[in-house]
Structure formats: C-alpha cells, structure tokens
C-alpha cells in the first residue's frame, strides 16, 4: 500500500515487504519524514537498494516528461509543501510501481524531449496527372529526342543534325534515311583516328560507331533497312586486316560504303522502276497511298515513257505524306487525283492496278508500311483490284509480323492535334487518351506481286531472297 505521509517533492517507491512477525522491523519512510526503523532491523541487500534506484530514477524521468509534455512550469518545492499536481504526479508513480513497473510501456508515447508539438496544417500537394498512355501500346512509348541537349561528347557534329532531320520528319522514308545513315557514317570514318595500342576493327565499331547509333535510335527507331546496313557495315570494318594502315583501311570502308549505296539502293531503284513502269498501260488508273520513293520514280519513268494514265492518290494524316507526291507529280504535267483515306471506297471502283510503297517486308510475306496500307489493300481485294508491292531487297527481314501491336512505332499524340480544333488541350480532358501509330501490318494474302531488283516474286519467297542477299554479302 502507498504510504499515508503527506506527498514530497520525489515518488515515494514501493514499499519494502514486511518483515516476520516478532522482529519489530518498520520500512524506510519517504524524505521529509523521520524513519521509525529500530536498530536491530536487518538491511536491505544490494540488489535491492539497486532495484529501489532504478525505480526512483524512473519515476523522476516520468514526472519530468510529464511536466514537458503539459508544458507546466517545474516548480521548486518548499519543505513539508508542494504543489498539488507536483504530489498527483507522485501518486502517479507510485501507482505505477506498484502495477509492476508499466512506465516503459508509457514512455513511449511520450513526446521526446526538446521536441515542440506543432499543430499539423494542411499538406499542399499537386493533383497527380493523369497517364495518357494506351495501355495496349505501352511497351512502344519511347521519348523522342530533339534537341542536341544531353547527346554525348562522342556524337559526331553530322550525325546530331541527322538525328534532328529524322526526328521533325525531314528526312522522312526508309531508304532516304539508310541513305542518310551510311553517308553521315562516312564522314564519321573519315575524321577517325585509331588511338594508340589499339587496332581500327576493335575499336571502331565499339567505341565510335556505337555512340552514334544510339543516338539516331533516340531520335527515331531505326528501320529495318537501317538495321541490315549497320550490320553490314560492322562486318566490314570486322574484316579490316590489323596489319593495314588506317589511311588505307578508311579509305577501304567509303569506297564499300558507296558501293553499298549504289548497289542496294540506286541500282535497285533503277530495275524496280523499270520493271513496275512495264505493267502500267494506256489507259490505266492506279491507285496509291501516301508518299513512296520507289513508287514516284515507277509512275514518273511510265509517264516519261509517253504512256497515258490517271493517278489517285489517297492520303492520311497527320503526316499528309500523299501532298508532296501529288504536287510532284501535277508539276510535270500528270493527271492525278487527290483524296483523304475517308474517300477510298468511292475511288476504288475505277482503279485498274494498286502500286504500295513498303517499309519492310517480313518474313512470313506480310508486308509492314505506312499505316493504313493495310486498309488500302483489303479495299483493293474486296474489289478484286491487283495489288503491287515495290520494294528493294536490303527491305527484307528475318523477323515475322502478325500483327502491328508487338513491333511498331508510336510517335508524339500531339502530332494528331490541329490547332484551334476539338483536341487542342486534349490533354486536359479526363480518360482520353490519343495514340499515334506509325505502321501497319498487311496480310500477304492482299498481296499479288512484288517487285524487286531480284524479280518480280510472291509474298513467300521474301525469305528466300533476304537469304540470297546475306549470302551475297558475306
């Protein structure tokens, strides 16, 4: 039981247990008052009389705690006097020595010391902006570069501006920008230096070539022509003799790389044009989408050939590609036809033939173009309408396509937006999202011919002419 004495400055700790009956022993009274204890009461033990500090001490620490915590004023007490919350507090502790020792457990939520209790306000926080990703397509996103800000010291000052080029679209199409990939690598190999103790066929591809290609890939994915040129040319510079002088072997490497260029491309062009002009007839209307290279020189060489022919050309945006072959082809004197994709099934009663541009031809004979190439060529086959693939062999892949979701290229949503138009701030707007898709995927099965420098040949022989062309290479 707690003591009956008035409350002291400290918590009187708990009482001793009473000794036997007959020994006339009385317990330690608290400070302030005399103690009653007779002389020949046995003392306590050691371990005891450290077990009564520690609880003394704890209790002091509480009460100090506590007097923080209700930020009252400690008080200095006068003897036989204290204040009555210094002596509740007293009795607190007491009362809790005597349930066992429990002020551990309330000391740890306590305040800490020094600490000052502040009043939380209110949390000013940003609204989280919604995702605007096509979930569908997400494994596609991939931030353009378009600026030289952050390109590594190791680019070369040409290949910044190509990469710049090919991000805004001004160099736009597969073969201009293969093109324009091996003749700005020209220059690279031209201003290259082996440094010492190394050998040009180690460190070239490795420690300057790289640096550029990841750079152009950061502008634009690379295309599959791209692609099949960088591994041709690695194997060259691979096959460059140690023992050879680096003038001679960089001099060795632009020579093949205009070989290639003239060779793959030029050449190609040439026969493919030709051999596509060959199938266009007095009289014919042919149909074409968007903007091809290839096909523009097929369509000038027949019109250059005196042969008398409408051209349609349907068009998309938000590139409006089919523009420019339009207003090239009015310039020398053609009769053409220029309509937005939304009018292709009126047109395509009047079409004799379909000529398509390609981006890549895949391996199991599906052909990857610009999207809506797809759309183009099931019209055509609906209407029972030929459909003509041009496209160079340094096109054809190994991979195969079944669709245009796995492997494609997303560019910017805003490309989509027309000034002052219903999506100007679509990206305000709640659950909308906008997604831009570069190609397609089309069936080979809406595929008549293609024509190649190889020879005109079915869709399934695509494998076999891409592996004819990597023999030939190696």
């Known amino acids: 039981m707690p003591s009956s004495d008035p409350p002291t400055a400290e918590p009187a700790p708990q009482q001793a247990p009473a000794p036997a009956q007959g020994k006339g022993n009385t ?26 500090a520690k609880e003394e001490k704890a209790a002091r620490r509480a009460e100090a705690l506590l007097a923080k915590g209700a930020a009252a004023p400690v008080v200095a007490p006068t003897p036989g006097q204290q204040p009555k919350a210094e002596g509740q507090k007293g009795a607190k502790g007491q ?16 305040p800490v010391r020094g600490a000052q209790k502040v009043a939380p306000g209110p949390i000013a926080t940003e609204p989280k902006k919604e995702d605007k990703t096509v979930e569908f397509f997400r494994h596609l996103y991939k931030t353009r570069t378009t600026s030289i800000a952050g390109a590594s010291k190791d680019v070369h000052p040409v290949v910044l501006a190509l990469g710049l080029q090919m991000s805004n679209y001004t160099i736009c199409g597969s073969c201009a920008r293969l093109v324009a990939t091996l003749q700005a690598f020209k220059r690279v190999i031209e201003s290259y230096t082996t440094p010492p103790q190394n050998s040009l066929s180690r460190h070239l591809t490795s420690h300057v070539l790289s640096p550029q290609i990841e750079y152009l890939s950061s502008c634009r994915p690379l295309s599959i022509s791209m692609g099949n040129a960088i591994r041709w040319l690695k194997l060259e510079v691979s096959k460059v003799d140690v023992s050879v002088p680096d003038a001679e072997a960089k001099k060795g490497l632009c020579d093949a790389i205009d070989v290639f260029i003239r060779e793959r491309v030029t050449f190609a062009d040439q026969v493919i044009a ?6 266009i007839k ?53 009769d053409v036809k220029y ?21 890549a031809m895949m391996s199991n004979g599906r052909l990857f173009s610009r999207i809506g190439t797809a759309l183009v060529a099931m019209e055509a086959n609906e209407a029972d309408k030929p459909v003509i693939v041009l496209c160079e062999t ?29 999506l100007e701030n679509w990206g305000d707007i709640k659950k909308l999202q906008l997604c831009n898709p570069m190609y397609d995927v089309t069936p080979a099965d809406y595929i008549q011919m293609i024509v190649t420098e190889s020879g005109n040949v079915p869709p399934t022989s695509v494998p076999v002419l891409h592996r004819l062309g990597n023999e030939s290479q190696g």
């Open 274 to 279: 030709r051999s596509a002009a060959d199938k």
């Open 282 to 334: 007095n009289g014919d209307v042919i149909m074409t989408y968007a903007k091809s290279s290839i096909v523009q020189r097929a369509l000038v060489t027949a019109h250059e050939e005196g042969k008398k022919f409408r051209v349609i050309i349907v068009d998309s945006r938000p590139l409006h590609e089919g523009k420019h072959l339009a207003a090239a082809l009015v310039k020398i004197g053609m």
């Open 339 to 359: 309509c937005l994709i939304n009018g292709l099934n009126h047109n395509i009663q009047d079409v004799t033939k379909v000529l398509l541009g390609a981006h």
């Open 27 to 52: 317990v330690k009274q608290p400070k302030g008052k005399e103690p009653a204890a007779t002389t020949d009461g046995p003392k306590l033990s050691g371990a005891e009389l450290k077990k009564r």
């Open 394 to 422: 340094i096109k054809f892949t190994e991979r195969v396509a079944l669709d245009s979701i796995v492997h494609n290229e997303i560019a910017p949503a805003d490309e989509l937006v027309i000034p002052g138009g219903p």
């Open 95 to 110: 009362r809790q020595h005597q349930r066992g020792g429990s002020t551990a457990v309330e000391l740890r939520n306590l």
